[in-house]
């Protein structure tokens, strides 16, 4: 690996905690180091990074099961020869929806000029871009640690970085990938909430923890009452877990490509999509996102 005896020595997390490095206590030590932060010495860091994970056994299973998933019928460029036809940016997918081209929206990355396994997460998200043929500048990044040379980072990678925290309430009105790594369970149940119909969930893939993997790890009536529509979502999505070398454990750990198949929304009764209440997460001690900041 590139940087040996870097920053590997990462504490082992217990079953069903947070990762430490996506806490508000992060934005602390970004703010500090900001100023001598190089950007040109840390992109090249970011590119070796992918040069050695596109080396790597498991990327190759990664990227074996997007296209299980479908990311490659949703992203393809459509190859029809009228060019003057208004749906030429339209195609079909395998199961017959018009799509256009895939964008990608990334949440809770961490500050990856200080931390090893956020720059890891960042160079798996370039390389998933490159196998899901997503252009740059379609995959929006956002998190409320990032400081402000991270961002000069990310821009000259050629990504476009978010200036709001949305809390993971973003509305998708065409094909859509997820990556959220190891992000809090709200982020997650607020996701699905604002997209909470069968005519936007099915335009979702995410990748991120384990749907079953949450519900595993959390006291089953809490997970119900405080984070309904992940509970209602485990019966209707479809999983297929990630692949991870022991070393990359804390990095890439307990990941899964989750989708939402037409039919499996169709056997929900109509009830289950009536008026979705927003989620307020009033029990939460511990809610594992930073909110924003409210108006005053």
Known sequence: MSDPGEEWQVARRRKGAARKSKSPQVALSSACCQEQLDIQRTVKRIRDTVSELRCEEFWQQ???????AGIASLSKPPENKNT????????SSRDGRLCQQLECVCYGLGSFSSC????????????????GQI????????????????????????????????????LVNKPTLFYLMHCGKALYNNLLWRNWSTQCLPLMIIIGNSFCGMMDRTIEREFKRDYRYITQAVSVCAERQL???SRLIDVFGDTAVITFPTSSLDSLSQSTWAEPPEPEYQHCSDLEIIQREKQS
């Open 243 to 245: 692949p991870c070398p």
């Open 135 to 170: 252009t740059l500048k379609d995959c929006s990044v956002y998190d409320p640690v990032f400081s402000s040379g991270e961002r000069d980072v990310l821009r000259e990678l050629g990504l476009t970085v978010l200036t709001e925290n949305e809390e993971g309430k973003r």
């Open 62 to 68: 990664w990227k074996d099961q997007l296209l299980a």
């Open 116 to 131: 090893v396994s956020a720059r890891y997460q960042l160079a798996m998200l370039l390389l998933l871009l490159e196998a």
């Open 84 to 91: 003057e036809d208004p749906t030429d940016q339209l195609e």
